[in-house]
Structure formats: structure tokens, C-alpha cells
């Protein structure tokens, strides 16, 4: 009689234990990578949330040569281009130019206070909740030298 090389019912189930757990450990690694991914996402998008808008004010700061900061809201004004508004709420900053187009960028404010240190001169801070921690930010509002003359001598808005 011939005999069949074959494995015993405890070396089959031995090695489906040893399946099962190897799988187990898989998916429990997998959902720890997969949630770890998505924290990973939310903190990358905040920070780009805040980069952009950083340097879309900074930006439109340096281009304006006038502006006016009246109860949360700034404008900014320039020769060659319309004029834009910021208005700061309490969960997000919004940019509009001319209600054309508007932008939002989702941070939440506060402390805000705007400072007029001269005629040409002022200051915008504000304080930032960005990955729970709070960043102070200063922006400098400087007045072109016509605009400062148009309105001491002309009353010109």
C-alpha cells in the first residue's frame, strides 16, 4: 500500500492560527498608518490655509496704497487694481474684491486690534488658532505719500 505525503490536521491548523494572527496584526497596522494619514492631512491643510492667506494679505499690503480698517473689516486699495476687502470673523477670514470674487480661508481670529501710529503709519495685529496654539501676527499698513497729502489737504477719501 502507498502512503500520501500530506500534512497532519495540527500542522494545518497551526499554520491558519498563524495566518489569522499575521493577518490580524496587518489590518491593525494599516488602520494606525490610515488614521495617522489623515491627522497628518488635516495639520498639512491648516498650515497651508495659513500660508496662503499669510501671503495673499502680505501681498495685497505691499501692492495697496490706501486703506481703511472699520469694525473687523479692512480695505485695501490700489491704483491699478480694484479695490479689496478682508473681514475678519470669529472661524474664518474672507477676501473679496468687489464681490466679483471671494475667497475664505478658515482660521479663527481674535485679539484683533488695529493701531495708527502716524498718518502713514499703522498697525494690524492679530492673534491665530492654527494646530491648537496661537500665533501672533503683525501686518504694517504703510500710506503712499499722495494719498497722506490727498487727504490732509484736500479731504480726499
Same mark, same amino acid.
Given at each position: 500500500m502507498?502512503? %500520501?505525503?500530506?500534512?497532519?490536521?495540527?500542522?494545518?491548523? !497551526?499554520?491558519? %492560527?498563524?495566518?489569522?494572527?499575521i !493577518?490580524?496584526?496587518?489590518?491593525?497596522?494599516?488602520?494606525l498608518? @490610515?488614521?495617522q494619514m489623515?491627522?497628518?492631512?488635516k495639520?498639512?491643510?491648516?498650515?497651508?490655509?495659513?500660508n496662503?492667506?499669510?501671503?495673499?494679505?502680505? @501681498?495685497? %499690503?505691499?501692492?495697496? @496704497?490706501? =486703506?481703511?480698517?472699520?469694525?473687523?473689516e479692512?480695505?485695501?486699495?490700489?491704483y491699478a487694481? /480694484?479695490? %479689496?476687502?478682508y473681514?475678519?470673523?470669529?472661524?474664518?477670514?474672507?477676501?473679496? !474684491?468687489?464681490?466679483?470674487?471671494?475667497d475664505? =480661508?478658515k482660521?479663527?481670529?481674535?485679539n484683533?486690534?488695529?493701531k495708527? !501710529?502716524? /498718518?502713514k503709519?499703522?498697525?494690524?495685529?492679530?492673534?491665530l488658532?492654527?494646530?491648537?496654539?496661537?500665533?501672533?501676527?503683525?501686518?504694517?499698513?504703510t500710506?503712499?505719500?499722495?494719498?497722506?497729502? @490727498?487727504?490732509?489737504?484736500?479731504?480726499e477719501d
Amino acid at each position: 500500500m502507498k502512503t %500520501i505525503k500530506a500534512f497532519t490536521m495540527l500542522e494545518a491548523l !497551526i499554520s491558519l %492560527i498563524l495566518t489569522g494572527i499575521i !493577518i490580524a496584526l496587518s489590518y491593525s497596522l494599516f488602520t494606525l498608518v @490610515n488614521k495617522q494619514m489623515a491627522l497628518f492631512e488635516k495639520e498639512n491643510t491648516s498650515i497651508i490655509e495659513y500660508n496662503l492667506f499669510n501671503s495673499t494679505l502680505a @501681498n495685497d %499690503i505691499n501692492n495697496s @496704497n490706501n =486703506f481703511e480698517y472699520l469694525d473687523n473689516e479692512l480695505v485695501l486699495e490700489n491704483y491699478a487694481k /480694484p479695490q %479689496i476687502t478682508y473681514r475678519f470673523e470669529n472661524n474664518y477670514i474672507t477676501r473679496g !474684491i468687489l464681490d466679483h470674487k471671494q475667497d475664505s =480661508f478658515k482660521l479663527q481670529v481674535f485679539n484683533k486690534q488695529y493701531k495708527s !501710529i502716524t /498718518p502713514k503709519y499703522n498697525q494690524l495685529n492679530m492673534s491665530l488658532l492654527l494646530l491648537n496654539d496661537t500665533i501672533q501676527v503683525n501686518y504694517f499698513l504703510t500710506k503712499q505719500n499722495s494719498s497722506v497729502i @490727498n487727504q490732509k489737504l484736500f479731504h480726499e477719501d
